[in-house]
Nanobody, 123 residues
Framework: QVQLVESGGGSVQAGGSLRLSCAASGYRHSSYCMGWFRQAPGKEREGVAYMTGAGTTRYRDSVKGRFTISEDNAKNSLFLQMNSLKPEDTAIYYC?????????????????WGQGTQVTVSS
């Protein structure tokens, strides 16, 4: 079992930055896929970024060059640095961990989910 707790959300103006954190506790194998997803009001949840156990990262096109996913050396925390934020980035952001041996934006590959943290970007 892996427990995930997000923090760092808040309200910022367009162009601002936020850094989300995800604290992982419980058993987490180094091969797990770790990802960030988001859900905007009235929309389906979508993948934002993920990192494979080997450290390979992938981003959705709309956040490339603005968001950076990373983790600490002990793999206890996952981060999402968000720069140049836009109003369309407003959403609840979720941290997720996948133990299926596959890493992608396909949500069923992720077994464990946090409760989410709200990010609001005003224009």
């Amino acid at each position: 079992q892996v427990q995930l707790v997000e923090s760092g959300g808040g309200s910022v103006q367009a162009g601002g930055s936020l850094r989300l954190s995800c604290a992982a506790s419980g058993y987490r194998h180094s091969s797990y896929c770790m990802g960030w997803f988001r859900q905007a009001p009235g929309k389906e949840r979508e993948g934002v970024a993920y990192m494979t156990g080997a450290g390979t990262t992938r981003y959705r096109d709309s956040v490339k060059g603005r968001f950076t996913i990373s983790e600490d050396n002990a793999k206890n925390s996952l981060f999402l640095q968000m720069n140049s934020l836009k109003p369309e980035d407003t959403a609840i952001y979720y941290c997720a961990a996948g133990d299926r041996g596959v890493c992608s934006f396909y949500e069923p590959y992720f077994t464990y989910w946090g409760q989410g943290t709200q990010v609001t970007v005003s224009s």
